[in-house]
């Protein structure tokens, strides 16, 4: 499912990035287009553009201005969590690619601005922040995804809209998504039920701590954001102790965070 996620929106993010470039006519007379990946080799990302190229390609590739048809070419560089993207960025560069998918964090494509930037060619980012796109001044550095606070207006609507829920806790897994909990609960509030309790695991507290909390006062939801092991960690937990309410996290698409969980009880979380 997330496979299929991820081919559906690089390919049109993909064909828009194409066009773009080809009426620019940056890249004419190539008997190759390449278009860049920074993601580990069998990452998301890379899996999800390995699946569009191959589509694009048996489809007869890609046409310029001019009529003339190109194949696309994968150039996948990893990043290793941003601490080889220097490297990986350099690396694309020397390989003249034409379009760029990735990073996929909001600390790599931060850190990485000005090095992405210099790329000077459409870089299709998976990251949500919602910073990202004031932080860019060339104009060249797209989302594949909403951002933060649109995702949290999205999931707050469906659960108090949609499911008619009115009892609502937040939980704060890091320091890293306090945008992203604070867009949830503004939106939640907006809709008239701001959440009955946020809980935030710092140094003074314990994911333990928080699910017997949790246990204590029984919303009828937990929404849960931060790291996705964390994030396994108190689903696991809160099953375990025996709570039965519904459990909403906003990556629950993410490999690091299936994996952890008992998989016929998947579908049963919530994402946005």
Same mark, same amino acid.
């Given at each position: 499912?997330?496979q299929?996620?991820?081919?559906f929106?690089?390919l049109?993010?993909?064909f828009?990035?194409?066009?773009?470039?080809?009426?620019?006519?940056?890249?004419?007379?190539l008997?190759?287009?390449?278009?860049g990946?920074?993601?580990?080799t069998?990452?998301a990302?890379?899996?999800?553009?390995r699946?569009?190229v191959?589509?694009?390609n048996?489809?007869?590739?890609?046409?310029?201005?001019n009529?003339?048809?190109f194949q696309l070419?994968?150039?996948?560089?990893?990043?290793?969590n941003g601490t080889?993207?220097?490297q990986a960025?350099?690396?694309l560069?020397? #390989?003249?690619?034409i379009a760029?998918?990735?990073?996929?964090t909001n600390?790599?494509v931060?850190?990485?601005m000005t090095?992405?930037q210099s790329?000077?060619?459409?870089?299709?980012?998976?990251a949500t922040?919602d910073t990202?796109?004031?932080?860019?001044?060339?104009?060249?550095?797209?989302? #594949?995804r909403?951002?933060d606070?649109?995702?949290?207006?999205a999931?707050a609507?469906?659960?108090i809209?949609?499911?008619t829920?009115q009892s609502?806790?937040?939980v704060?897994?890091?320091?890293?998504s306090?945008?992203?909990?604070?867009?949830?609960?503004? #939106?939640?509030?907006?809709?008239g039920v701001?959440p009955?309790?946020?809980?935030?695991?710092d140094?003074?507290?314990s994911?333990?701590?928080?699910?017997?909390n949790?246990r204590?006062?029984?919303?009828?939801i937990v929404v849960?954001?931060g790291?996705?092991n #964390?994030?396994?960690?108190?689903?696991?937990?809160?099953?375990?102790?025996?709570?039965?309410?519904?459990?909403?996290?906003?990556?629950a698409?993410s490999?690091?965070?299936?994996?952890?969980?008992n998989?016929?009880?998947?579908?049963?979380?919530?994402?946005?």
């Open positions: 499912m997330q299929k996620k991820w081919r929106l690089l049109i993010g993909l828009s990035l194409l066009f773009t470039t080809l009426g620019s006519g940056q890249t004419q007379g008997p190759v287009f390449r278009i990946v920074l993601d580990d069998r990452g990302l890379t899996n999800g553009a699946l569009a191959q589509e694009i048996r489809s007869g590739g890609v046409t310029d201005a009529g003339a048809q070419e994968l150039i996948v560089q990893p990043t290793n080889l993207l220097a960025i350099n690396n560069q020397r #390989s003249s690619v760029v998918i990735g990073p996929k600390e790599e931060l850190n990485g090095a992405l790329l000077n060619v459409p870089v299709l980012v998976a922040g990202l796109i004031a932080s860019d001044t060339s104009g060249r550095i797209f989302r #594949s909403a951002a606070i649109l995702q949290g207006r999931l609507t469906y659960i809209q949609d499911l829920i609502i806790a937040t704060q897994l890091d320091i890293e306090t945008g992203e909990v604070v867009g949830f609960a503004t #939106s939640a509030a907006g809709l701001a009955q309790n946020s809980y935030i695991l140094a003074s507290t994911i333990e701590q928080i699910i017997n949790i204590a006062s029984n919303p009828q849960a954001f790291p996705a #964390s994030a396994a960690e108190l689903y696991n937990g809160l099953r375990a102790a025996g709570w039965g309410g519904q459990f909403a996290y906003n990556r698409e490999a690091a965070f299936r994996d952890k969980v998989i016929d009880e998947i579908g049963g979380i919530l994402s946005a």
